[in-house]
């Protein structure tokens, strides 16, 4: 069974920076690409990054593009999320997620397999 931990969330003000991490377990051999997601109250759920099994080909939605990064550490079995010049309107609680389909680039929720439980950023002005 795999399983996602996501650490790192915590309360910081506008123009800070924060590194969330998730690290997955219950892998078999093959690699997945990840994705994190974030979900404010009242809104829905809404795609932040995407990065390849391999870790060459990233995707991130237009409004965190220059401020985040993500990445990944195959050997540490974990992937990671930059946040820079945070915004009050980055605040939500942050998924990490595992695509199933090896070769998935992409931003659409339904084809994540796999969550974590989340961790809450918190951005005050």
């Known amino acids: 069974q795999v399983q996602l931990v996501e650490s790192g969330g915590g309360l910081v003000q506008a123009g800070g920076s924060l590194r969330l991490s998730c690290e997955f377990s219950?892998?078999?051999?093959?690699?997945?690409?990840m994705g994190w997601f974030r979900q404010a109250p009242g809104k829905e759920r809404e795609f932040v990054a995407t990065i390849c099994y391999r870790g060459r080909t990233t995707d991130y939605t237009n409004s965190v593009k220059g401020r985040f990064t993500i990445s990944r550490d195959n050997a540490k079995n974990a992937v990671y999320l930059q946040m820079n010049s945070l915004k009050p309107e980055d605040t939500a609680v942050y998924y990490c997620?595992?695509?199933?389909?090896?070769?998935?680039?992409?931003?659409?929720?339904?084809?994540?397999?796999?969550w974590g439980q989340g961790t809450q950023v918190t951005v005050s002005s």
């Open positions: 219950g892998r078999t051999v093959h690699n997945y690409p």
């Open positions: 997620a595992e695509s199933r389909d090896i070769y998935y680039i992409g931003s659409d929720y339904l084809r994540y397999d796999y």
